[in-house]
Each structure stands twice: as structure tokens, then as C-alpha cells.
């Protein structure tokens, strides 16, 4: 039709997971999961995205509306930083959902406007993500994660395939998604 215009379609939260997973590949974090990988762990937490590069974790939690944001407060792992994931740890939204001044202490923003994900506060320099974090994320509950991926592996045969060396430039390629 002449004259139409085609807009943009309403931001889901799978998309927003997904979202968050391209963008913290895209910053060397090589291994992420995200909101379809469910895991038990002792506090229950089950993080939007999470990813390790080396020692250091991001956990992003994504929200669509500002009721999700503020009902995640409730959660005893938000209530009591120690026991949540992540060295760092991220909300993503549209913009309008959350400000800087609704963040809790030590939390970054990131907006997402369609498929671009802009860092509104609390990112770090690339060198920052080894010193700088401003959480000790729960590393028992992180590797209970890890752990669970791996076991997944183990039970469809392909754990095997981590005695394989990874091939030149594969890795760098991983990360350009």
C-alpha cells in the first residue's frame, strides 16, 4: 500500500534475552546462556543472559515494563547481593522502562532500541570487566549452571568434543554474531 508505514514490532522478552546474548558475545564473552536454559542452583536464580569471559561473569536480567523491574527487587538474590550472579550485572529495557536513578547500588543500564543495545550507565572500560566489578558474583550458583550445561553434553554424547582443539580463528569467529 502507498503511503503505509511499517512499525517497528513491540520488543518480546525472548527477544530481549536473545539480544542480550549477541551483545555480550559481542564483547569476548564466550560462553552465555540465556533465558531458555533452566538450571538448578541454591538460590533459584535464573538469569535473563549470563556469560564468563575467563573468570568474570554479566548477568543481565531483561525487562519489558517497569511492574517486571520493580517485582524483581522481591527476589531474595536481589535483596541480598551476595547471593546473586554475575561480577556485573546489567538491566536491559527500551528506553522509558528504567533510569539511572532506579537503579540498585552497583547496577549498570543498558537500553535496547530494536536490535541496537546502547550502555546508558555503569559499563566499563574493556579492561574494567577483569578489575573493576562492583559485585563478587555467587560462584557456587554460577558453576552449578556450568556444571548443568556440561552434564547436558555428557547425557547426548557430546562431551567428547571438549578434548577437540578448537580450530584457528574459530574462536574469534564465535563472538562475531
Same mark, same amino acid.
Given at each position: 500500500? &502507498?503511503?503505509?508505514?511499517?512499525?517497528?514490532?513491540?520488543?518480546?522478552?525472548?527477544?530481549?534475552?536473545?539480544?542480550?546474548?549477541?551483545?555480550?558475545?559481542?564483547?569476548?564473552?564466550?560462553?552465555? #546462556?540465556?533465558?531458555? #536454559?533452566?538450571?538448578?542452583?541454591?538460590?533459584g536464580?535464573?538469569?535473563?543472559?549470563?556469560?564468563?569471559?575467563?573468570?568474570? &561473569?554479566v548477568?543481565?536480567?531483561?525487562?519489558?515494563?517497569?511492574? %517486571?523491574?520493580?517485582?524483581?527487587?522481591?527476589?531474595p538474590?536481589r535483596?541480598?547481593?551476595?547471593?546473586?550472579?554475575? %561480577?556485573?550485572?546489567?538491566?536491559?529495557?527500551?528506553?522509558?522502562?528504567?533510569?539511572?536513578?532506579?537503579?540498585?547500588?552497583?547496577?549498570?543500564?543498558?537500553?535496547? &532500541?530494536?536490535?541496537?543495545? &546502547?550502555?546508558?550507565?555503569?559499563?566499563?572500560?574493556?579492561?574494567?570487566?577483569?578489575?573493576?566489578?562492583?559485585?563478587?558474583?555467587?560462584?557456587?550458583?554460577?558453576?552449578?549452571?556450568?556444571?548443568?550445561?556440561?552434564?547436558?553434553?555428557?547425557?547426548?554424547?557430546?562431551?567428547?568434543?571438549?578434548?577437540?582443539?578448537?580450530?584457528?580463528?574459530?574462536?574469534?569467529?564465535?563472538?562475531?554474531?
Amino acid at each position: 500500500m &502507498s503511503g503505509s508505514r511499517q512499525t517497528a514490532a513491540a520488543p518480546t522478552h525472548s527477544g530481549l534475552c536473545a539480544i542480550a546474548g549477541r551483545w555480550l558475545r559481542g564483547r569476548g564473552f564466550g560462553v552465555v #546462556f540465556r533465558d531458555g #536454559f533452566k538450571a538448578v542452583t541454591d538460590t533459584g536464580e535464573c538469569p535473563d543472559a549470563i556469560g564468563w569471559r575467563g573468570a568474570v &561473569s554479566v548477568l543481565i536480567e531483561c525487562k519489558l515494563s517497569r511492574a %517486571d523491574f520493580l517485582a524483581d527487587r522481591c527476589k531474595p538474590f536481589r535483596s541480598d547481593p551476595l547471593a546473586g550472579m554475575g %561480577d556485573w550485572r546489567f538491566y536491559l529495557c527500551p528506553p522509558g522502562v528504567i533510569t539511572v536513578e532506579d537503579l540498585p547500588h552497583g547496577w549498570g543500564l543498558l537500553h535496547a &532500541s530494536g536490535k541496537r543495545v &546502547s550502555a546508558v550507565h555503569g559499563l566499563p572500560g574493556n579492561c574494567g570487566w577483569q578489575t573493576d566489578a562492583p559485585f563478587a558474583g555467587s560462584k557456587r550458583c554460577e558453576v552449578q549452571m556450568l556444571c548443568s550445561g556440561l552434564r547436558r553434553m555428557v547425557v547426548r554424547g557430546h562431551f567428547d568434543a571438549v578434548y577437540d582443539p578448537i580450530p584457528t580463528g574459530a574462536a574469534e569467529r564465535a563472538t562475531d554474531v
